[in-house]
């Protein structure tokens, strides 16, 4: 189906793995995005993509690494998880600027 | 830095009408509202434009004061299906929807 997907959906793992969540999306949007929301508050953007090899740095970028080596995906590495990355995850993506973002699911990632 | 949300929560009956606002310190280029239902990703509402027009969903539009970098948001003759959490996201800057979100207004709907 088209779309924008996310896996895993949920995901506990323990302080110190390293863990990647991914998000794939099928309407070959050029932007793409990745946010965390925290118990009861707003959406923080994480790093963001304009377009493939295209990456930069969103407001709480630290202890992420994001890649895009092809428009349809956008995977977050977590490179040594942390208690304080436990969140949910969304990925989003959008045609243009301004324009509508689509968010996928989420994934729900606690470290133990 | 993140836009102010008032109220924080509002408690409607159907029918009733609210009034949700965004304010931000700085110059802003696009002010984006979105509505998220509990346990469910966020679902795109509007999207408003310096200079541009105030666009509408359903019963629900907007407004954009750029000289007071401020957007409200009317949900006018509520109904059930209002209820969630209402988010404004800005950009100060014509690139890349890099939006910055405010912390939410809860809005529930009474029947």
């Known amino acids: 189906d088209a779309g924008i997907t996310q896996s895993p959906r949920y995901k506990i793992t323990e302080t110190g793995r390293q863990v990647t969540l991914m998000c794939h999306q099928t309407?070959?949007?050029?932007?793409m995005f990745w946010y965390r929301q925290d118990l009861g508050h707003g959406l923080r953007l994480i790093y963001y993509s304009a377009a493939a090899d295209i990456t930069d740095k969103g407001e709480v970028p630290d202890g992420y690494v994001v890649s895009r080596s092809k428009t349809e995906n956008f995977p977050l590495t977590l490179e040594s998880a942390t208690r304080s990355q436990t969140s949910v995850y969304f990925c989003?993506?959008?045609?243009?600027?301004?324009?509508?973002?689509?968010f996928g699911p989420g994934t729900r990632l606690t470290v133990l | 830095q993140q836009p102010v949300q008032s109220p924080q929560a509002v408690i409607l009956r159907e029918g009733e009408d609210a009034v949700i606002n965004c304010s931000s310190s700085?110059?802003?280029?696009?002010v984006h509202w979105y509505r998220q239902k509990h346990g469910e990703a966020p679902v795109f509402l509007m999207i408003l434009l310096k200079g541009g027009e105030q666009k509408g969903h359903e019963k629900i539009s907007a407004s954009f004061n750029e000289k007071k970098q401020q957007s409200s948001l009317y949900l006018t003759a509520s109904q059930l299906s209002y209820s969630g959490t209402y988010f404004c996201?800005?950009?100060?800057?014509?690139?890349?929807?890099?939006?910055?979100f405010g912390g939410g207004t809860r809005v529930l709907v009474k029947p």
């Open positions: 700085k110059a802003l280029y696009s």
């Open positions: 989003a993506s959008s045609e243009s600027n301004p324009d509508t973002q689509y």
């Open positions: 309407w070959s949007h050029s932007y």
């Open positions: 996201g800005t950009d100060p800057k014509a690139a890349g929807n890099k939006l910055t």
